[in-house]
């Protein structure tokens, strides 16, 4: 399946941002989906993952209360809605499918087998 992920940019602190994530090219629907972060210097992390019918979501502690992850299947489209977003919030944010239905709390790379090519989010005043 091939992503594409779309609607980053540049917000200042305390902004909202909502990313996307277009897939095409495989069964969207019977896959769970992630998002991944990398910041400059640093290792990409875990945000949030979604399993296939959107009934199990997980967050990274740092974006708990924040961010929320939904998908809508028909759309083959799944996104990641940032509220109150802080400097530390900013790198690139990937989307990435899953190799089955669900993910779980402690997702890893790995189990992720598809990638988009990322979406810069910028946090600054």
């Known amino acids: 399946v091939q992503l594409v992920e779309s609607g980053g940019g540049l917000v200042q602190p305390g902004g909202s941002l909502r990313l996307s994530c277009a897939a095409s090219?495989?069964?969207?629907?019977?896959?769970?989906m992630g998002w991944f972060r990398q910041a400059p210097g640093k290792e990409r992390e875990f945000v949030a993952t979604?399993?296939?019918?959107?009934?199990?979501?997980y967050y990274a502690d740092s974006v708990k209360g924040r961010f929320t992850i939904s998908r809508d299947n028909p759309k083959n489209t799944v996104y990641l809605q940032m509220n109150s977003l802080k400097p530390e919030d900013t790198a690139v944010y990937y989307c990435?499918?899953?190799?089955?239905?669900?993910?779980?709390?402690?997702?890893?790379?790995?189990?992720?087998?598809?990638w988009g090519q990322g979406a810069q989010v910028t946090v600054s005043s």
């Open positions: 090219g495989g069964i969207f629907s019977i896959n769970a």
């Open positions: 990435a499918a899953h190799r089955g239905p669900y993910s779980t709390a402690q997702a890893q790379q790995d189990d992720f087998r598809s």
């Open positions: 979604i399993s296939w019918n959107g009934g199990t979501k």
